[in-house]
């Protein structure tokens, strides 16, 4: 097909590792006839601009510049993106558009601006191109993206470890640059880094750089909607419990809500605890507000995403995506419904049983649970100023 309804199949790499991923898109632009690399280089933005490239396996094939929106690099990127994959469809062509994102873009964003472009646009593949032995380091990392040069706004609040976290947990595809990077030479992956990737990754392929597979694993399709279900709270696929080569995973889960006061006079030792962990739970003076639970590098972010669904009438069941009425029956409680304590841990060396004592020691006693709902919005509410928006 050529012309206005050609139909141009977009693939996303991102990640941190910036050699791992420019060795991965080159691999893709080497194997796959007809493919050409899109990059937003975001460092240009203290100029005002963000450059645009467009290359192929001979190299440049031109390039501009976006001027930014709101200050924001990354909202200058989204708005030059559809427009630059528009062009390159109707040139026609090009077997695939390989979208290489700067160091600190989430490929959760831009995988959703390009989806909802539609027609000719087709996303059929997002990866992450990490060093296997970088990936301990950077879950560590707790500098915040300002810190380091790799905010892409003045007001990006983020950290190195929990960007790092969300760019594994996403993509389909994690493309591996097992021989290291240039310029760390003496970083060499073990069994545990590989260990360690593995439990944060459960439902991604892994893909060595250099196999020559890359370009046809990210021809095979993407579900943005699912994807997204994989990353929501309520429905998140979650690592299973597990102990391999010095690294564990703690899969911690109960019925009875937490006492906020407890929970929270606890929240600096249980986020430094593990290299990354995440779920969801339920406070007892807020129990129809569904919780979630994102730490790493040291940092916790939690926040409220909403009602449980037995805090919901069944008529606005409906309105409920799919996955998540599923995730809710399979563990359906007969007084909380799909209300529970959902946290994994994982990391190395970690301290599995010191761990479970210190939550369990944040639960509701039996004296405090029998008290009832009524009894429970008597106690502190700890977490207001965590949750609740300064007006």
């Not at 060093?131 to 380091?137: E, S």
């Not at 990077?181 to 750089?209: I, S």
């Not at 299973?240 to 030792?269: I, M």
Request: negative net charge; hydrophobic residues 45%; contains cysteine.
């Amino acid at each position: 097909m050529s012309g206005d309804h050609a139909r141009l199949p977009v693939a996303i790499v991102g990640g941190l590792h910036a050699d791992a991923r420019r060795a991965a898109v080159e691999e893709i632009l080497r194997t796959v006839p007809g493919s050409v690399a899109l990059h937003h280089d975001l460092t240009s933005a203290i100029d005002r601009a963000v450059h645009r490239t467009v290359r192929d396996a001979g190299g440049l094939l031109g390039s501009g510049d976006a001027p930014l929106v709101n200050d924001c690099a990354c909202c200058a990127l989204r708005e030059d993106l559809v427009p630059e994959l528009l062009r390159l469809a109707h040139e026609g062509g090009h077997r695939l558009a390989v979208v290489e994102l700067w160091d600190s873009v989430e490929p959760q964003a831009i995988a959703s601006v390009i989806a909802a472009a539609g027609e000719p646009l087709a996303l059929t593949g997002v990866a992450t191109a990490i060093d296997p032995a970088l990936v301990l380091p950077c879950l560590a990392n707790g500098d915040d993206l300002v810190d380091v040069g790799l905010a892409a706004a003045p007001t990006d609040q983020r950290t190195v470890a929990d960007t790092f976290a969300r760019q594994l947990e996403y993509p389909t595809v994690i493309a591996l640059a097992e021989d290291g990077c240039p310029g760390e030479p003496d970083e060499t992956a073990d069994d545990g880094d590989r260990a360690l990737l593995a439990r944060l990754t459960p439902g991604a392929r892994a893909v060595p750089v250099g196999d020559g597979a890359l370009g046809a694993a990210l021809l095979s399709g993407f579900d943005v909607a699912a994807a997204a279900a994989r990353q929501h709270p309520a429905c998140a696929l979650l690592p299973q419990e597990c102990d391999e080569h010095g690294v564990s995973t703690l899969v911690w889960r109960r019925e009875r809500p937490f006492h906020s006061q407890r929970l929270y006079a606890a929240l600096e030792d249980l986020a430094c605890a593990a290299a990354r962990s995440r779920g969801r739970f339920w406070l007892a003076d807020r129990p129809d507000t569904l919780l979630s639970w994102d730490a790493a590098g040291g940092a916790l972010c939690v926040e409220s995403v909403g009602p449980w669904l037995a805090a919901l009438p069944e008529a606005a069941w409906e309105m409920v995506p799919a996955k998540r009425r599923v995730a809710a029956s399979l563990d359906w409680h007969p007084e909380h419904g799909d209300r529970c304590q959902y946290l994994t841990f994982i990391s190395a060396g970690l301290d599995g049983d010191a761990l479970v004592t210190l939550l369990d020691s944040c639960l509701l006693t039996d004296d405090e649970y029998a008290a009832g709902r009524g009894g429970w919005k008597e106690l502190p509410h700890a977490f207001d100023n965590l949750l609740d928006p300064v007006a």
